[in-house]
């Protein structure tokens, strides 16, 4: 049986305990959080500990920032860490053993198939800055129970990591088990030969799942084989959540509610 | 930690993957959630050998799109993704050659030349830039086409499935009903043993004796880099195989008795052909075509197969030496196989056969592919004994097809055993059920998958939709498409969004070919 969370942002609703009635209506499990820079997410801890209090469930939190622990720079890089440790903490407390903080390498910092198209960092320093992060993130993971899943995005917002593949390599080298590879059904559509093929190949590693359609619109609105993906993460005995992060077409609350009853119609495991 | 009063999902112990890598052992034998666990085992092999158009029948062995195959395995595909078993076909069906023939390989150009023998350098044919073979596999298409489309008739319509594959099916079946129809008595000739998909059947034995071998210094078997010696074809066989591969050819793949060296009528050939008529019927009903000519062509070859070679004094069907006229009696499981055929006359004493002394069918299992008390019965070598999947899950939907129904549950129950013991091996020995042959083999799993899928009792003439676990269907299209609002994600702005009509997620009668 999938789990199936949605970001907040998608959710209408004045607070965390409106927009989790009308994700429990609509047959949601739970809610993806967001988490703005400047310890913006550790200051709503009040907010998330009543939530959770009153039966909120938060499994994951997902970044949202305009830096990364890629960056370029190393300030930011510092700064994007020590934001990514403290939202590790956050959840790890109001989302309860194995919540997962996502965070893709960079977002929107370079693309090789624009302009410039050379990095101003070679492959080799890209290399050594994403394993020292991921080093200090891993380790505050493990730490706090938590888990860190690391987003390859498509190679017009990041440059760095497009593919599962490339993910486990890094993950690999770190050897941390808090560490995990966070599929997102967007990106897999543009960057991977077979989305089904690399999830059977990244199975060990796979700690999260984000879906959005080919389109990025919600599941349902594209043309990606629903069917396959699913059964695909059942198959290989995946039991974490789904995240639906996305744009939506159509009246917003409309749309987002018929989420969890598209992807529950598509889900042709074998019933438990 | 908090406590959460609706769910705590996770509490639940960390996440352990499977790997694709099927160890048998990992598979419980008993206990509720063995099914489940066979299941989810049946589709990691699916998805390991897809190849993003086609199904590899296995990684090593058989590294390219196999026809016959292929139409299995979209029968058990169609459980994983509706979409994925309509692919399956339609990449097959796109390597059809002008004159209809669907041809037995189609190869993967990405694949190395000298992976399997023969390949492409050997048969010099093509279909439009696409390597294939030159000869054909039974036709089991068009009854894999209407199972597909069953499972999911929104997204089968969506794609135009359907419309699309049914002039190609009747392509396929004109050639096989006009050029394949060697001596004018309305039956289909096969004019190699791999045609037969029985390749290497005792069956054969008697008209191939006549065809001069190639002397095996001119070829290199691939075969035997992936299997045991003892298990597959000797050496003057598979001589005597490229010998009539290599005459095809050379006559430019022209079919006349005369021409062909081997010229069999074969019984599994015809009655999958009768019974994929039944199924163009059906087909022809939901593209809005006739379906009267199918059904008549159903009830001539149903008549032809029957009058022709069905031997009443012993309860088989036996193939037929086109050149000889004689029929060729050796009992294999191709003889039984007519079960498939709705409205068989012989249904009865076909069944009566199978539970007898030569196929066991109550104990024996998958049903052995040649008479086990036969002297050259050998349970290990290639269609000369063992039981094959395929054959089984022919076996059961004919079973229910005729009323069997309490027969073909308990071999419904003996299949999914052997394989949650011995893997999703390519064969079995019938009464031990050790495997032999390939592992993480396609089309036992798909078939697996399709047995698992289908509940004890209902049988294949409910299948369909029902076997997408009831009211499971994709939907065509988005259905809220209705408006022009923006979206309220964070990463990016509001699109502009047409508008599309909704397209309702309609059923279709339940009815099956036969029914």
């Given at each position: ?272 | ?265 074969d019984p599994l050939c015809n009655a999958l052909l009768a019974a ?25 070859l149903t008549?032809?197969l029957t009058?022709?070679l069905y ?5 088989t069907f036996f ?14 499981i191709g003889g039984l196989l007519p079960l498939i055929v709705p409205d068989l006359p012989v249904a009865?004493a076909l ?43 022919l076996l059961?939907?004919g079973?229910?097809l005729h ?113």
């Amino acid at each position: 049986m999938i789990k199936i969370a949605c970001q907040e942002q998608l959710l209408p609703g004045r607070t965390l305990q409106e927009k989790d009635a009308f994700a429990h209506d609509a047959g949601f499990d739970g809610i993806e959080l967001r988490a703005k820079g400047d310890h913006a997410f550790r200051d709503r801890l009040p907010e998330l500990r009543q939530a959770a209090r009153e039966g909120v469930v938060m499994p994951s939190v997902c970044v949202d920032m305009a830096h990364f622990f890629g960056a370029f720079d190393p300030k930011l890089r510092r700064d994007a860490i020590d934001q990514l440790k403290s939202q590790l903490s956050v959840i790890a407390e109001v989302g309860g053993p194995g919540a997962v903080a996502c965070t893709p390498a960079s977002w929107g910092m370079f693309s090789r198939r624009l302009p410039p198209f050379e990095p101003p960092r070679s492959e080799e320093e890209d290399r050594v800055v994403l394993l020292e992060g991921l080093a200090e993130l891993g380790e505050h993971a493990a730490r706090e129970g938590a888990i860190l899943a690391l987003e390859p995005l498509n190679r017009y917002e990041d440059h760095m990591v497009n593919r599962l593949d490339q993910a486990a390599e890094l993950i690999d080298a770190v050897g941390l088990p808090s560490l995990r590879i966070l599929a997102d059904t967007y990106h897999m559509n543009i960057e991977e030969d077979e989305p089904t093929s690399a999830l059977v190949a990244a199975a060990a590693h796979l700690g999260h799942v984000q879906v959005s359609d080919s389109n990025r619109f919600q599941p349902g609105a594209g043309h990606l084989d629903w069917a396959a993906l699913l059964s695909t993460l059942d198959a290989i005995g995946y039991d974490g959540w789904l995240a639906v992060e996305c744009r939506l077409r159509g009246e917003p609350a409309t749309a987002v509610a018929s989420i969890p009853g598209f992807l529950r119609r598509n889900d042709v495991c074998v019933p438990a | 930690m908090t406590t959460s009063t609706r769910r705590s999902p996770l509490t639940a112990p960390p996440f352990t993957p499977t790997t694709a890598a099927l160890p048998t052992a990992a598979l419980s034998h008993t206990g509720r959630g063995a099914d489940a666990e066979l299941d989810r085992a049946a589709r990691r092999v699916l998805l390991t050998n897809w190849r993003g158009h086609a199904t590899v029948p296995a990684a090593r062995l058989y590294p390219h799109q196999w026809s016959w195959d292929s139409a299995f395995v979209a029968i058990g595909l169609r459980h994983l993704s509706p979409i994925r078993a309509q692919r399956e076909l339609e990449s097959l069906f796109g390597a059809q050659w002008p004159d209809g023939r669907v041809p037995h390989i189609v190869f993967d150009p990405h694949v190395p030349a000298d992976a399997y023998f023969p390949g492409p350098a050997f048969w010099q044919a093509d279909s439009q830039g696409t390597p294939t073979s030159g000869i054909v596999q039974p036709p089991a298409h068009a009854l894999a086409a209407w199972l597909t489309f069953r499972a999911d008739p929104a997204a089968a319509r969506a794609r135009g499935f359907l419309p699309r594959i049914y002039p190609r099916l009747v392509a396929w079946h004109r050639y096989l009903t006009t050029r394949r129809d060697l001596t004018g008595n309305g039956l289909v000739s096969i004019v190699h043993p791999w045609e037969s998909g029985l390749d290497n059947s005792p069956a054969w034995d008697l008209p191939l004796a006549r065809v001069t071998p190639v002397p095996t210094g001119e070829f290199t078997r691939r075969d035997l880099d992936h299997a045991a010696a003892s298990e597959r074809p000797t050496d003057t066989d598979y001589g005597r195989y490229v010998r009539l591969a290599r005459d095809y050819r050379d006559a430019g793949y022209a079919d006349s008795l005369s021409g062909h060296g081997f010229a069999v009528e074969d019984p599994l050939c015809n009655a999958l052909l009768a019974a994929g008529e039944h199924a163009l019927a059906a087909i022809a009903a939901e593209v809005g075509a006739d379906p009267a000519p199918h059904r008549s062509s159903a009830e001539r070859l149903t008549q032809d197969l029957t009058d022709v070679l069905y031997d009443r004094g012993s309860g088989t069907f036996f193939p037929r030496d086109a050149h000889t006229g004689a029929l060729l009696r050796t009992y294999s499981i191709g003889g039984l196989l007519p079960l498939i055929v709705p409205d068989l006359p012989v249904a009865g004493a076909l069944i009566e056969t199978a539970l007898g002394d030569r196929f066991r069918l109550a104990e024996a299992c998958p049903p052995p592919s040649y008479d086990l008390i036969a002297v050259d019965h050998d349970p290990v070598k290639y269609w000369r004994g063992p039981g094959w999947i395929n054959t089984g899950w022919l076996l059961w939907y004919g079973l229910h097809l005729h009323g069997s129904a309490e027969l073909a549950d308990s071999l419904r129950r003996r299949l999914l055993d052997r394989v949650r013991r011995s893997g999703f091996r390519e064969y079995f020995d019938p009464l031990t059920g050790i495997g032999h042959g390939t592992d993480d083999f396609s089309w036992t799993a798909a078939l697996v998958l399709d047995l698992l899928r289908t509940p004890p009792g209902t049988g294949p003439t409910s299948l369909g939709a029902a076997g997408l676990s009831g009211s499971r269907r994709i939907s065509s299209g988005w259905s809220s498409r209705l408006s022009r609002r923006p979206g309220v994600s964070r990463d990016d702005q509001p699109e502009s969004t047409a508008t599309a009509p909704a397209r309702p997620g309609t059923g279709t009668p339940d009815v099956a070919p036969g029914t």
